[in-house]
C-alpha cells in the first residue's frame, strides 16, 4: 500500500493522550492527480497549504491496519506546497473504541502514482504547543479523552514555517500489512445556525475540574438586552451572518455564558469565533438536553477547555467529536464578541429513503429513526453518539436491520462486520466492543454476531464476507458447541470462573448478571436460546457459502432446543423460566421471547407466552413477569409474527405508534436508548440518541408492505 513511507513519530518517547506536530513539502504541477495514503495510531487532520484536506483515522487492531486513500488534487497548487499534519495519540487500554497500539505516523502522496512526498526521518516533528498534553481526563471510561486546548500558546505552523520542529523518528514494531480502509470518509458538513436559547453570567461555586464546575455553577439569567442592546429580545442565531457583542451588566457578578440549540440531535466537531478583550478561559460543555438547565457536564463528563488569547480566536475541533443537541460556552471574561459558535456536522455519506405511508405519524417517525441512525454511523455502528460511540454486535444488528431498508446500502454493515470478527478472543468468545482491548466478554453477543451475518448475506446476497471470517465464526460455534456436548444436561453452561465473563442479556431484573459478572452454577435460558438461533444461522451461512456441515448445526440446534424445553419451560404457568434454581424474578418477556422465536416451544401451548409478549407483561398472569426495554423488541416482535403474522402485525404497529409518539412529544428529535430517557441508565445519564431504538424503519417496511 506505501512504496516509501516509514512509520514516524517525535524523537521523544510518546505518552497517552498527546498531540503532535508533523509538516513536510512537495512541488506540484499543473494536470497532476495527487493522491494521500495516511494512517496514524491514533487520529488525524492533514493540511495542506492551510486548508483541511483529511481527517479522521478508521479506528483499527495492531493486526489489522487502515489507511485511507484520498483524491487531494483540489488542494494542490502549481509550485511549493506545505502540508501540516496533527496527530494525536490516545494511547491506553480500556476503551471502547480503541485498541492499545504503539505511536506512529504513516503518509505519502503521490502525483499520477510517483510518490513525491512520504513520512521519514526527514520528516519534521514537535509535541504541540496548541494543546495541554498528557493530560488523560475522560469523558468516560468507553468514549475517552477530552482535549485541553492552549490557543495562547499556538502558532501558525499550519500555514508557514515557524521554529521547534525537529527530525523524526522511525517508529519499529507496527505492521506494514495494510487494508483500504472498508467504506467511504466522512464528510464534514457546513456550519450549523446554531440559535442562542439561555444566557446570562456565572460564579463557580466550587473549585474541582471544569464539568462539575459547570454542572453546578450559580447562574444569573439576563435577557439578551441586558447583554447585547442591539438585537432586543429575538433569539439569536450564531450564523455568522453579525456579531454578538455580549457585555455583563456592571450590576451582576462574574463572567458570561451562553447556551446554543443545534435544534437536532447532531454528531459533529466544535467550531466557534468569538473574540475577547484579554487571556482568558473558555469552558465548554455539551448534551442532549437542558433538564437541569444547563448541559449535564459532570456524568459523564461532557466538557473541554480552551485558553483563549487576547482577540479573535477562530477555532475548529477535528478529532473529539460531540454528539448532542447543546453547546455551551462559559467566557472568563466580562464580554465578548461572539461572530460564530456551533458544530460542524460530520456524517457517513447516505442516500436517505424518503418514506411516505400517507400516515403522518409514522412518516415522522420513519424519519426520526433515520436521524437516529444516521448519528450513530460513523467510522463504524455506533450504540450512541454522545455517551460511548461503541461498536457492539447486539446494537449493531437492530441497526443494520433497520439500515438495509433505510439507506439502501450494504458496504458500512460489511466493514463492521469485518471490524467485529478482529475482536475474537482466546477464549474463542467476541469481546465487547470494536475496536477495543477491553478485558470484558458477553456470551450471547458472539452468538449475535452469527444472527448478524446470516441477515447480511440474506440482505446484500454476499458470501464473500462469511467466508473471509468463516474460521471466525466457527471458533465461536464451536465454543459452545464444545459447552454443551461436554455437559450432561446437554445445555450450555453459564460462562462462570473467570471475571472477564459478564452474563448479561438486557437492562432489567435478573438479566443483567450479577456482581463479580458471574451467575454462579447456573443455566439460563436465554444463552441457550442464543445458542440455538446462532446455531440456526450457523446452518444457513453453511448453507450459503458451501463450507461447513449445514446439517450438523441443525441437528445439534434441535437437541438444544429440546432440552431448553425440558429443562426451563414450567408447565404450571405455561411459560419458560429464565434460569435453572432462581427463586425470584423467573419469568420474563425477553426469555419467553427468545425460547419462542428459536423454536424450543414447538408442540406447546403457547397461550400464556403469546398473552405476555402482546403487552410486554402488562398481562403478567398475575405472576412477577419481567418486561423488555426497547433494545429487545425485536426478538419480542419477530416471536409474535412468527407465530402468527396477521394476528399480531396490528399489535406490533399500534405498540410502536404508541410509544414513540411519546418520545415525539418529549421533544425527541432522535429516539431514546429507553422510554425513561434522560433519567435512565449510568447515573441519569440515558442516551437520547441509540441505535436500537431505530426498529420501526424495519417493522414499518416488512408489516407494510
Not at 163 to 183: A, C, L, M, Q, T
Amino acid at each position: 500500500m506505501f512504496k516509501k513511507a516509514k512509520w514516524i513519530w517525535r524523537n521523544v518517547p510518546a505518552k497517552a493522550d498527546e498531540h503532535v506536530d508533523f509538516v513536510d513539502t512537495f512541488c506540484g504541477n499543473e494536470g497532476g492527480k495527487y493522491t494521500l495514503t495516511i494512517a496514524v495510531d491514533s487520529n488525524y487532520a492533514l493540511y495542506i497549504n492551510g486548508t483541511l484536506a483529511a481527517f479522521g483515522q478508521y479506528a483499527d487492531y495492531p493486526q489489522y491496519k487502515v489507511c485511507d486513500v484520498v483524491d487531494v488534487t483540489e488542494f494542490v497548487k502549481p509550485g511549493d506546497n506545505r502540508v501540516a499534519i496533527i496527530a494525536w495519540y490516545y494511547g491506553v487500554k480500556g476503551s471502547s473504541t480503541y485498541h492499545y497500539g504503539e505511536a506512529g505516523l504513516i503518509y505519502e502522496i503521490a502525483c499520477d502514482d510517483e510518490v513525491i512526498c512520504a513520512s521519514g526521518e526527514e520528516t519534521l516533528s514537535r509535541l504541540s504547543p496548541a494543546y495541554i498534553q498528557h493530560k488523560c481526563d475522560l469523558i468516560s471510561g468507553q468514549l475517552g479523552f477530552t482535549f485541553h486546548r492552549n490557543e495562547q500558546a499556538a502558532d501558525n505552523f499550519i500555514n508557514e514555517a515557524v521554529d521547534g520542529f525537529e527530525r523524526s523518528r522511525i517508529v519499529e514494531g507496527i505492521s506494514y500489512k495494510f487494508n483500504k480502509r472498508p467504506n467511504k470518509k466522512l464528510e464534514l458538513r457546513d456550519r450549523l445556525p446554531a440559535q442562542i436559547c439561555q444566557q446570562g453570567t456565572f460564579t463557580y461555586t466550587c473549585d474541582r475540574e471544569v464539568g462539575p464546575n459547570l454542572q453546578h455553577a450559580a447562574l444569573s439569567f439576563h435577557f439578551i438586552i441586558s447583554l447585547d442592546g442591539q438585537h432586543g429580545f429575538k433569539p439569536l442565531l450564531t450564523d455568522g451572518g453579525r456579531v454578538m457583542n455580549l457585555k455583563a451588566p456592571d450590576y451582576a457578578e462574574g463572567g458570561i455564558y451562553f447556551i446554543v440549540d443545534i435544534g437536532n440531535e447532531t454528531s459533529g466537531f466544535i467550531d466557534f469565533d468569538i473574540e475577547v478583550p484579554h487571556d482568558c478561559r473558555i469552558d465548554i460543555g455539551w448534551g442532549e438536553h437542558l433538564v437541569d438547565g444547563r448541559c449535564r457536564t459532570a456524568i459523564p463528563a461532557f466538557w473541554c477547555e480552551f485558553f483563549a488569547r487576547k482577540g479573535r480566536n477562530s477555532f475548529f475541533d477535528p478529532f473529539r467529536r460531540m454528539g448532542c443537541r447543546y453547546v455551551e460556552f462559559f467566557i472568563h471574561a466580562r464580554e465578548a464578541n461572539v461572530h460564530y459558535a456551533g458544530l460542524r456536522p460530520t456524517t457517513y455519506p447516505l442516500n436517505v429513503k424518503k418514506y411516505n405511508s400517507g400516515n403522518l405519524l409514522r412518516d415522522t417517525i420513519y424519519e426520526v429513526c433515520q436521524n437516529t441512525l444516521i448519528q450513530c454511523m460513523h467510522e463504524h455502528y455506533e450504540d450512541c453518539p454522545g455517551r460511548e460511540q461503541a461498536l457492539y454486535t447486539l446494537d449493531s444488528r437492530n441497526q443494520m436491520l433497520c439500515g438495509y431498508y433505510a439507506f439502501g446500502e450494504t458496504e458500512f454493515p460489511r466493514a463492521s462486520l469485518r471490524l467485529i470478527a478482529e475482536g475474537l478472543m482466546k477464549e474463542g468468545l467476541l469481546t465487547l466492543c470494536y475496536p477495543s482491548d477491553m478485558d470484558l466478554l458477553i456470551p450471547c453477543y458472539s452468538c449475535a454476531y452469527l444472527i448478524q451475518m446470516a441477515e447480511y448475506i440474506e440482505h446484500s446476497g454476499d458470501i464473500t464476507l462469511a467466508t473471509e471470517c468463516f474460521d471466525v465464526l466457527s471458533t465461536i460455534i464451536s465454543t459452545f458447541d464444545h459447552r454443551m456436548e461436554e455437559d450432561s444436561s446437554g445445555l450450555v453452561h453459564n460462562f462462570v470462573g473467570n471475571e472477564r465473563y459478564w452474563n448479561y442479556y438486557e437492562w432489567q431484573p435478573t438479566l443483567m448478571g450479577e456482581a463479580g459478572y458471574g451467575n454462579g452454577d447456573s443455566y439460563d435460558a436465554p444463552l441457550n436460546a442464543f445458542f440455538s438461533l446462532a446455531l440456526e444461522s450457523m446452518a444457513y451461512i453453511c448453507t450459503s457459502t458451501g463450507l461447513g456441515d449445514a446439517d450438523y448445526y441443525r441437528s445439534r440446534k434441535d437437541m438444544l432446543n429440546k432440552k431448553i424445553k425440558e429443562n426451563f419451560f414450567n408447565k404450571d404457568v405455561g411459560l419458560f423460566e429464565t434460569r435453572i434454581g432462581k427463586d425470584n424474578g423467573r419469568f420474563s418477556v425477553l426469555t419467553n421471547s427468545l425460547c419462542l422465536l428459536c423454536g424450543a416451544a414447538e408442540g406447546l401451548d403457547c397461550e400464556n407466552i403469546l398473552r405476555i409478549l402482546a403487552t410486554n407483561g402488562k398481562d403478567n398472569l398475575g405472576l412477577d413477569v419481567i418486561p423488555n426495554t426497547l433494545s429487545m423488541n425485536s426478538f419480542r416482535f419477530d416471536a409474535l409474527l412468527k407465530a402468527d403474522f396477521e394476528k399480531y402485525k396490528p399489535i406490533v404497529l399500534d405498540e410502536i405508534d404508541r410509544d414513540y409518539l411519546y418520545m415525539l412529544r418529549g421533544g425527541a428529535t432522535s429516539f431514546w436508548e429507553t422510554m425513561l430517557g434522560e433519567t435512565d441508565l449510568f447515573g441519569v445519564c440515558g442516551s437520547l440518541c441509540h441505535g436500537w431504538s431505530a426498529l420501526p424503519i424495519y417493522y414499518y417496511e416488512i408489516l407494510n408492505k
